[in-house]
């Protein structure tokens, strides 16, 4: 698979990659958090840009495992396809986010933006040779790694032993936790994915995350803007529902 060129603004040299990296205002969510000022340019060399449109690929699964890469704008949804054709939505990234960490050579998992997207690409061979240079990168790259493991535990709970009220209240509230840690509203969400999309994260059908949707709204816990914004109304109970 080829990815799209990065943007060119006719700044090629490491230096004013470096001061881009130093304003990122999402820096302190990314994986580069570690590094101060005087060390980013270190990191800042080897990087390069991808710009994507919504559903355009990022990668799929068993591409080759090439590149790591941060999320600095919009969102993307990882899924993995079943045997059968089905597909199994397994997380929906935001700024900050890193994806593409790969235990193999292939990716195992295939990333798609649902929005436009910008994003930082870091190549992996490069990447591995900072490691002895700045330690707490890798110790960065396990952290994220530990934290996929726990929310891939969460998902094999939700999945597997809540109910659809249960997994949509609990997908709300965790969308509205993430927000507020990157400083967003918490209570008004911008829903980036479809319905479908949330279906296939949640192993529900379409119709039954509209109805469960609808009945929130009558019971006074959401107010639906439109498809793409909702309101929580009742926070505190719709945690109830989500523990329930």
Do not use: W
Not at 24 to 30: A, F, N, S, V
Not at 178 to 189: A, C, I, V, Y
Not at 211 to 220: D, V
């Amino acid at each position: 698979m080829t990815l799209p060129k990065a943007k060119s603004n006719g700044r090629r040299h490491a230096n004013c990659a470096a001061l881009d990296c130093q304003a990122c205002e999402i820096r302190p969510l990314t994986f580069c958090a570690g590094l101060d000022n005087s060390e980013i340019g270190k990191l800042a060399a080897i990087v390069t840009r991808v710009s994507l449109q919504s559903q355009q690929m990022l990668f799929h699964e068993g591409d080759s495992a090439e590149s790591v890469f941060n999320l600095t704008s919009g969102s993307i949804k990882i899924y993995k396809l079943l045997p059968d054709g089905r597909r199994q939505i397994t997380g929906f990234l935001m700024p900050g986010d890193f994806l593409g960490l790969a235990a193999k050579s292939a990716y195992s998992y295939s990333a798609e933006a649902t929005t436009a997207v910008e994003a930082c690409r870091f190549p992996r061979s490069r990447l591995d040779a900072l490691f002895g240079q700045f330690p707490q990168l890798e110790h960065r790259l396990f952290q994220i790694a530990n934290d996929e493991l726990v929310l891939a535990q969460d998902q094999m709970l939700l999945l597997g032993r809540k109910s659809a009220g249960e997994k949509i209240a609990s997908f709300l509230v965790r969308l509205a936790e993430r927000q507020e840690s990157r400083g967003g509203e918490p209570d008004h969400l911008a829903l980036t994915m479809t319905r479908g999309d949330i279906a296939d994260y949640l192993g529900l059908t379409i119709e039954t995350v509209s109805r469960t949707m609808s009945q929130f709204k009558k019971q006074g816990l959401i107010s639906q803007k439109s498809l793409t914004e909702i309101e929580l109304i009742d926070r505190d109970q719709m945690m109830d529902r989500a523990e329930s």
